[in-house]
């Protein structure tokens, strides 16, 4: 079953959180030259049009990067700028209609020697992915099923890399699916930075991943959170985080400062963030 569109929440609260500090994850990476080796694989469409039927069906984004674009100029946060400055060049009208989705970034941030793939098997999400981005050799778009892609396309060449694991959790079991995926290909790429995002919603789902994780015997496992408690009364999920396998050292310091300055100005304040160990070294 793949009825899930992203285009429905995109530049949501959500998007902001996991883009911004998905950002700071690369970049922390690349303060090492050697080539590193991205794994979108739940990619979607890439580019979001914010202006489309299902977009402003319910306008999320108008309590996200609506919320957020006044204040462009004003951040010191450097991964809130390479986020923003990322928009301003998808967009030459001075707008954020469209909007940039994991894979725009992460094909943003390719040096030279680095590569990129990424997967989606919905096919009117991977036909939009193929109209946008031309695959090259150092990125190539799978039409393939993200949990089949894993096994097949790690470990890389590069031996070194960032995996992205950004589902829809449109069936429960996917918590404790993607926990049992990395579990399997863990072993064959132990140096990989792993990157799950999960929603915080009333049912909790998320602990069913947490607990999965804590069960494989994978130490090193950052878990960064913004719960935005009832700032966004008319949307279910109140918040999301990202558990982050392997942290790379460098970032730690930028995903702070970003946390800090989109709890900020997304909830003035009122969400709870936190950046601690789920399971330590
Ligand atoms: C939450 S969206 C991804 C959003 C995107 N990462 C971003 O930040 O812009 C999840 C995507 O995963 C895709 N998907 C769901 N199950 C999949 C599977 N088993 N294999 C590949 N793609 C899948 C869906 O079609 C959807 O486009």
Redesign the pocket.
């Known amino acids: 079953m793949?009825s899930?569109?992203?285009t429905y929440h995109?530049g949501n609260h959500a998007?902001i959180f996991?883009?911004i500090l998905l950002g700071d994850i690369v970049a922390g990476m690349q303060q090492k030259p050697s080539p590193m080796y991205l794994l979108?694989?739940?990619?979607?469409?890439?580019i979001?049009d914010l202006t489309s039927t299902e977009a402003q069906k319910n306008r999320e984004f108008e309590t996200g990067i609506g919320k957020l674009w006044p204040m462009r100029h004003q951040t010191v946060a450097a991964g809130v700028k390479r986020w923003f400055k990322l928009i301003e060049a998808e967009n030459c009208d001075g707008s954020y209609h469209r909007f940039p989705?994991?894979?725009a970034l992460l094909a943003s941030m390719l040096r030279d020697s680095d590569r990129l793939a990424a997967?989606?098997?919905?096919p009117q999400?991977f036909e939009s992915l193929r109209q946008g981005f031309k695959s090259s050799r150092k990125l190539t778009l799978h039409k393939?099923?993200?949990?089949e892609a894993l096994g097949a396309l790690l470990p890389p060449k590069e031996k070194r890399g960032v995996v992205?694991l950004?589902?829809?959790y449109?069936n429960k079991t996917e918590y404790s699916d993607i926990a049992n995926v990395i579990s399997k290909v863990y072993p064959h790429f132990r140096a990989g930075v792993y990157v799950i995002w999960y929603p915080l919603l009333p049912a909790a789902r998320h602990q069913d991943l947490f607990k999965e994780l804590k069960r494989s015997g994978i130490r090193k496992i950052l878990r960064v959170e913004l719960d935005c408690g009832d700032c966004f009364p008319d949307m279910q999920m109140h918040g999301s985080g990202l558990l982050i396998i392997n942290p790379p050292w460098h970032a730690k310091q930028a995903m702070q400062s970003s946390l800090s300055w989109i709890n900020q100005n997304l909830t003035q304040g009122k969400g709870i963030t936190s950046l601690g160990w789920l399971v330590p070294e």
């Not at 979108?40 to 890439?46: C, E, L, N, T, V």
Request: glycine share 6%; hydrophobic share 25%.
């Open positions: 793949l899930y569109q992203h995109a998007d996991k883009h979108d694989a739940f990619a979607s469409r890439g979001y989705g994991s894979t997967c989606d098997l919905h999400e393939r099923d993200a949990f992205f950004d589902p829809s449109e």
